[in-house]
């Protein structure tokens, strides 16, 4: 069946410093791809999406591309803020529009 | 953007007793909604994808007796915890999709917290 699966936290960032958070994902078809973002005791927030091979979706300095060929959809931010911190969960959505989700990863980001 | 909410946010009850918990859409109907389940510091795992006017299709493993849900209508779906036991404490979510065409637009709600003494 469809899975996800992305990098294991915790990470740990200073203020500024490059965020990749990478994500593969094995489906059948052509699924559409998410990244959520969850801040302590709140529920799901939508971050970005993309829902064809090569798009890039793109919110609040948050990037990630549809890389069909590679089957990944990374989470990349040039600069991260403590406010980001949170837990970061990738996503796709395929057969019957069922979300499937990877693990979470947590980040801290650090003043 | 389309707004999901969910009744209660937070609720204790104790062993044996039932909870329901309540999803709406507040600005669009929802011909499908989905409900998930959230362990402390795990991912999302989907329960049951609940469609209007008709049974609720559950995941493996998810006890149909146990979770009770009901879609009565484009705007509401409840989830029912059955005989409620402290294993069943946890994040419960639920998203509704807003049929837009191809684009596939989940909205998810806050959450609601069950915890059973």
């Known amino acids: 069946g469809d899975s996800v699966t992305q990098m294991e936290g915790p990470v740990t960032l200073s203020e500024e410093a490059f965020l990749t958070i990478n994500c593969t994902y094995t489906?059948?078809?052509?699924?559409?791809l998410f990244w959520y973002v969850q801040y302590p005791g709140e529920g799901l927030q939508l971050l970005l999406k993309?829902?064809?091979?090569?798009d890039k979706g793109s919110n609040k300095g948050f990037e990630a591309t549809y890389r069909k060929e590679t089957t990944s959809f990374h989470l990349e931010k040039g600069s991260v803020q403590v406010s980001d911190s949170a837990v970061y969960f990738c996503?796709?959505?395929?057969?019957?529009?069922?979300?499937?989700f990877g693990a979470g990863t947590r980040l801290f980001v650090k003043a | 953007g389309a707004v999901v909410s969910q009744h209660p946010s937070r609720v204790i009850c104790k062993s044996g007793t039932s909870v329901k918990i309540e999803c709406r859409s507040l600005?669009?109907?929802?011909?499908?909604m989905f409900w998930y389940r959230q362990f402390p510091k795990q991912s999302l795992m989907l329960m049951a994808t609940?469609?209007?006017?008709?049974?609720?299709?559950?995941e493996q493993g998810v006890e149909k007796d146990k979770f009770l849900i009901n879609h009565a209508s484009l705007t509401l779906s409840t989830l029912t915890v059955t005989s409620a036991h402290p294993e069943d404490s946890s994040f419960y979510i639920c998203?509704?999709?807003?049929?837009?065409?191809?684009?596939?637009?989940?909205?998810f709600g806050p959450g609601t917290r069950l915890t059973v003494l």
């Open positions: 998203s509704a999709r807003s049929p837009s065409g191809r684009t596939d637009t989940q909205y």
């Open positions: 609940s469609n209007e006017g008709s049974k609720a299709t559950y």
């Open positions: 600005d669009f109907q929802a011909t499908t």
């Open positions: 489906a059948t078809g052509y699924p559409s």
């Open positions: 993309a829902t064809k091979a090569d």
């Open positions: 996503a796709l959505s395929g057969e019957g529009f069922k979300t499937i």
